[in-house]
C-alpha cells in the first residue's frame, strides 16, 4: 500500500535549516498495523503528515496503492485524503461549533456522494457515543471526543488510518479503549499507521519503526501483539478478535473474507452493524443520485449553516461589519424612494396641467433676467386666440386664463382662493371634468354669467359636509353661483391644486379682476411630435401679427410643459444620483469592513481550514466556504437595510410631506449590490483561506 524512497524534508527556521527527514525508505503492506517511535524532533509527525498527503517532501518518491502521489494535483490529493485515508488527530481536531454527527460527516460533505446522517449515527452509536450525537465537543470528555475523530475517520470507508499521538490528551482508562478500537479496526482489516511515543501504546502494533533525527533507527516486528495480528482475516484470528473487543464492550467488526479471485466479498452477517463495515471494503461507490441535485443542494445548505454560524457565534463583531452594508441599503433605498416619489408627483402635477401644453406668456424667459418697461411688453388678447386658432393646423385647442387672489365667502365663512378666469375649453385640457356637477359653457361666458367651478379645499374650508351646487358664494363681494366641484389634483408643500376657484375668462376680466389682457395663452397640440414645430410657428405667428421689431423679440415666451417635465425629472434624477453615490460610498466601507472581518476569521479559523483540508476540502471548496459567509453577512445586513430605508421614506413621507415610493428595482438594485459587494470583498479573505497549505494550517498556533 504504502511505498518510499529516499525521501527528505527540510524546514527552513529563520537562517536555519531543519532537517526532518533524511533519506527514508519504506514499505507498508496492506493490512499492516505499524507505530512509528522516536523523541520529540525525530521526524514521525513529518513522515505521518507526508504519508497523509498533508505535506510533500523535498525530493524522494512516494507511491499509494501504487499511485505516484508526486504526479498529483491538489484537487487530486484531496479527493484521496477524502476517500482513502482517515486521520486521527492528537488534539482530536474537531470543529468546536459543531455537534459530533456534523464532525463525523465533515468529510461528506467534500466527496461527492450525498450525505446519509443514518450512516454518521450510526457509527456514533458503534464508538458508543449514540447518546452524544447532538453534544458539542466542549460538552464532551476527551475521550468521547477521540471516539468522534475516529467515527470521522471512518466515515468514507477509507483503506488507511493515520493516528498522531491518538492518546497523547487522555487518561489511561481512554486511551485503552481508544487502543482497543483501533486494534479492532486492524483485525478487520484496515491499515493502520500510528506515531506514538510512548511504549505502551506502541505494543498494540504489528511493527514497530524506531526514528531518530529524520532517519530510521529500527525497523522489527512485535510478535506479542496478538496470537491472530499476522492473520486478521482468517476464521480463528476474526473470532478472537471478536472476542476481545465483546468483552470490553467495544462494537464488533465484520470479518473481511475473499472470493478466489481474491475480491472482497460481503460478511456472512450483514445484518450485523460494525464499525468495519463502514470501512474495511474500501470507498463507497458513488451513485447516479448523488451526482445530481439533492448532493448540490446538500453542500449548498451545508454552508448556509455554517455561515450563519460563523455569523451568531461572533454576534457583535459581525453587526460592527454589517453596519456600513446596512447604512448603504437603507440609503439606497430611501433615496430612491423619494426620488421615485418626486419624479411621480412631478408627472402627476404636470399631467393635472394637461397634455402636449404650450403657454404663451407676456415678457422674456424667466431665466434670462431681463426687466422690461410696461410698453416693451408683448400683450396678448382674443384676436391673439382668433389667430393662432386660425392659422396653425396642428393646434388642437386655444384658451386665454388670467389669474388673481379672491376672498370667498359663504355662510360667515371666508378663505383666500386662487382666482382663475378661463374658457369653457379649459376643462377638457386640465383633465379638470367636475366630478360633481358641470363645467360653463359658451353662452355663460359670452354671457359674462356669474357662476364658479371650485375645487375641494374651498369646498372642505367653506362648505364643510354639505352640498355646494346651486349654493352662491361671493369672491371679492361678488356673488357666483357653484355649478360644478372640480376633481382632485393633491397638493404639496408649496402648492394646493385644488384651492382654486374657475370662473368664466369675460367674467373676470369685467366683473372681478379688472384685466384688459390675458395673462398667458394655452395652447394644446394635437400630437406630442408636432410641438416644437407648432411652437416655432406660433412665435413666428406672434412676431408678424404684433409687427414686433428684432429688438422685442424677447418680449414674450412660449413655454413647453414637456421641457418643464424634462428639466424637473433630470433635477431629481442628479439629485437620486448624488443619494444614491454617498450612500454607494456608505457600502464601500461596509465592503471593506466585510473583509477585514473576514480576514479576522481566517486567521482565528486556520486550524479549522486545516481540518478541513484533511478531510478532503479543496481550494474551492473553503473558498466557497468563506465566499458564503462574506454573502450571508452583506446580505442579512442588506435586508435590514431594506427595512431601514422603508421605515426612512415612510417617515419622510408622513412628516415632511415629501412623496416617496419604495419600488421592486429599487429593492432588487440594493440586495444585488449587497449580495456583489459580499462577494467581491470576501474573494480575497477567501482566496487567502483557500491557498493555505494542510500542514501549515493545522500546525498554526
Do not use: C
Amino acid at each position: 500500500m504504502i511505498h518510499l524512497s529516499n525521501v527528505y524534508k527540510t524546514y527552513e527556521r529563520g537562517e536555519s535549516a531543519v532537517h526532518a527527514l533524511r533519506g527514508v525508505s519504506l514499505e507498508i503492506a496492506e493490512g499492516e498495523f505499524v507505530a512509528i517511535m522516536g523523541p520529540s524532533g525525530s521526524g514521525k509527525s513529518t513522515l505521518l503528515h507526508i504519508l497523509g498527503l498533508l505535506d510533500v517532501p523535498d525530493s524522494g518518491d512516494y507511491k499509494l496503492s501504487g499511485q505516484d502521489v508526486h504526479t498529483l494535483g491538489d484537487n487530486k490529493l484531496a479527493e484521496m485524503r477524502n476517500i482513502s485515508i482517515g486521520f486521527v488527530f492528537q488534539h482530536f481536531n474537531l470543529l468546536s461549533r459543531v455537534a459530533a454527527l456534523e464532525n463525523v460527516m465533515l468529510p461528506k460533505l467534500y466527496s461527492r456522494q450525498r450525505p446519509d446522517h443514518n450512516q454518521g449515527k450510526k457509527i456514533l452509536a458503534e464508538v458508543g457515543l449514540a447518546d452524544r450525537i447532538t453534544h458539542t465537543p466542549n460538552e464532551l470528555s476527551g475521550g468521547q471526543q477521540q471516539r468522534v475523530a475516529i467515527a470521522r475517520a471512518l466515515i468514507n470507508k477509507p483503506k488507511l488510518i493515520l493516528a498522531d499521538e491518538p492518546t497523547g490528551n487522555l487518561d489511561s482508562a481512554s486511551a485503552i479503549e481508544i487502543m482497543e478500537i483501533i486494534s479492532g479496526l486492524n483485525r478487520a482489516g484496515l491499515t493502520i499507521v500510528m506515531v506514538t511515543h510512548e511504549d505502551d501504546i506502541a505494543k498494540y502494533a504489528r511493527r514497530i519503526i524506531h526514528m531518530r533525527d529524520g532517519v530510521i533507527q529500527k525497523d522489527e516486528a512485535n510478535d506479542g501483539a496478538a496470537s491472530t495480528a499476522a492473520h486478521p482475516d482468517s476464521a480463528e484470528g476474526f473470532a478472537e478478535a471478536r472476542g476481545a473487543m465483546a468483552d470490553k464492550g467495544m462494537p464488533l467488526p465484520y470479518q473481511k473474507t475473499t472470493d478466489l479471485s481474491g475480491r472482497a466479498r460481503a460478511p456472512r452477517n450483514a445484518g450485523q452493524a460494525s464499525l468495519s463495515s463502514a470501512s474495511h471494503d474500501g470507498p463507497a461507490a458513488v451513485s447516479a443520485e448523488g451526482n445530481g441535485w439533492r448532493t448540490l443542494l446538500a453542500g449548498i445548505q451545508a454552508n448556509l449553516k455554517q455561515a450563519w454560524r460563523a455569523l451568531t457565534s461572533n454576534k457583535v463583531r459581525s453587526a460592527l461589519s454589517m453596519i456600513g452594508i446596512l447604512i448603504g441599503v437603507a440609503a439606497v433605498i430611501a433615496m430612491l424612494a423619494i426620488g421615485q416619489g418626486a419624479k411621480k408627483s412631478i408627472e402627476e402635477q404636470l399631467a393635472s396641467l394637461g397634455s402636449n401644453l404650450l403657454i404663451l406668456h407676456s415678457g422674456p424667459p424667466r431665466n434670462q433676467g431681463i426687466s422690461m418697461s410696461e410698453g416693451m411688453v408683448t400683450r396678448f388678447t382674443e384676436d391673439d386666440l382668433a389667430d393662432i386658432r386660425r392659422e396653425i393646423n396642428t393646434v388642437s385647442n386655444v384658451a386665454g386664463m388670467v389669474q388673481g387672489r379672491g376672498q370667498a365667502t359663504y355662510g360667515g365663512k371666508n378663505w383666500s382662493t386662487q382666482a382663475i378666469g378661463a374658457e369653457p375649453s379649459y376643462a377638457a385640457m386640465h383633465a379638470s371634468v367636475p366630478v360633481i356637477g358641470r363645467f360653463f359653457t359658451d353662452d355663460e361666458q359670452r354671457a359674462k354669467a356669474r357662476v364658479a367651478v371650485i375645487g375641494l379645499t374651498l369646498v372642505r374650508e367653506l362648505f364643510g359636509n354639505a352640498n355646494p351646487l346651486g349654493e352662491f358664494m361671493k369672491i371679492n363681494k361678488v356673488n357666483f353661483q357653484v355649478i360644478g366641484v372640480l376633481p382632485e389634483k393633491g397638493a404639496t408643500r408649496f402648492w394646493d391644486q385644488d384651492d382654486v376657484v374657475i370662473i368664466p375668462l369675460t367674467t373676470a376680466m369685467d366683473r372681478l379682476l379688472g384685466k384688459k389682457y390675458l395673462d398667458h395663452i394655452e395652447i394644446e397640440v394635437g400630437r406630442a411630435e408636432d410641438i416644437e414645430n407648432t411652437q416655432t410657428d406660433i412665435h413666428n405667428l406672434i412676431i408678424r401679427t404684433h409687427r414686433l421689431p428684432p429688438s422685442r423679440h424677447n418680449s414674450f415666451d412660449i413655454r413647453n410643459l414637456a421641457e418643464m417635465k424634462d428639466a424637473l425629472t433630470q433635477t431629481s434624477r442628479v439629485m437620486a444620483w448624488l443619494l444614491s453615490s454617498i450612500a454607494a460610498v456608505s457600502m464601500l466601507v461596509g465592503g471593506i469592513g466585510i473583509m477585514n472581518i473576514m480576514l479576522v476569521s481566517v486567521t482565528e479559523r486556520t486550524r479549522e481550514i486545516g481540518v478541513r483540508k484533511a478531510v478532503g476540502a479543496r481550494g474551492h471548496d473553503i473558498m466557497v466556504q468563506f465566499l458564503v459567509e462574506a454573502m450571508v453577512i452583506s446580505l442579512v445586513g442588506g435586508f435590514i437595510g431594506i427595512l431601514l430605508g422603508w421605515l426612512i421614506s415612510l417617515a419622510v413621507s408622513t412628516f415632511a410631506g415629501w412623496a416617496s415610493l419604495v419600488t421592486l428595482s429599487s429593492i432588487i438594485l440594493a440586495v444585488s449590490f449587497s449580495a456583489t459587494i459580499g462577494i467581491v470583498f470576501g474573494l480575497w479573505p477567501a482566496r487567502q483561506a483557500a491557498r493555505l497549505n494542510p500542514i501549515d494550517a493545522l500546525r498554526y498556533e
